[in-house]
């Protein structure tokens, strides 16, 4: 009688059974951490509206921004406008300076003369014309010394005026419209002149 081999039948493995339980085990808990990041996560509409009010917030504060410069731009051409004249007026009073000096020595020569009279209305016409354009002059002497108005060139001792005042203007100062165009040079008193006593 013939043996019949037996074939060995292959067993498929058991996919019920895992091979290795504490691999099986990570890659679960691996495979549940991003869903569980995942349920944490907001929802993405509530990151849109972040981003909306942030925009909105941007483009708020921009405009605010804009307003502002059309504002100071619009400040700042009325200024432009306003003392636009200002350098070339400043030229012209130190040309009426000079011309006060010419003034004062035609009068020297004679009050009668035609030429002092012709120069007092032709200095008459200057000064109403720089009146006209906002140009004031500034009034020094006996006054109370001011650093905003005044630039002192000396002090000088005065029986007359008291410590701190303005003996005399050395060149007349003015003011155009509300800012000051060229300060007065004065000479400011320092007071009485002190005694020297001499013991003997």
């Given at each position: 009688m013939k043996k019949i081999p037996m074939i060995?039948?292959?067993r498929e493995p058991d996919r019920s059974i895992p091979a290795n339980p504490t691999k099986v085990a990570s890659q679960a808990s691996t495979s549940a951490a991003p869903e569980a990041e995942r349920s944490?996560?907001?929802d993405p509409m509530a990151g849109l509206q972040a981003d909306l009010d942030r925009f909105r917030d941007l483009a708020l504060r921009s405009q605010a921004d804009f307003e502002n410069y059309?504002?100071?731009c619009a400040r700042e051409?009325?200024?432009a406008i306003k003392y636009a004249n200002a350098s070339l007026?400043?030229?012209l009073v130190a040309i009426v300076d000079n011309f006060k000096l010419g003034l004062e020595a035609a009068r020297g020569e004679s009050e009668q003369s035609p030429i002092y009279s012709g120069m007092t209305l032709?200095?008459?016409?200057?000064n109403d014309f720089l009146a006209e354009n906002g140009l004031q002059a500034i009034e020094a002497e006996g006054k109370k010394f001011d650093p905003n108005l005044h630039e002192a060139i000396a002090h000088e001792p005065s029986e007359q005026f008291s410590e701190g005042t303005v003996i005399r203007q050395t060149r007349r100062g003015y003011r155009f419209k509300d800012r000051l165009l060229r300060p007065s040079s004065v000479v400011v008193s320092s007071?009485?002149?002190k005694k020297v006593t001499s013991d003997r």
């Open positions: 060995e039948q292959r944490e996560t907001e059309k504002k100071r051409k009325e200024d007026l400043e030229r032709v200095l008459k016409q200057l007071g009485p002149a």
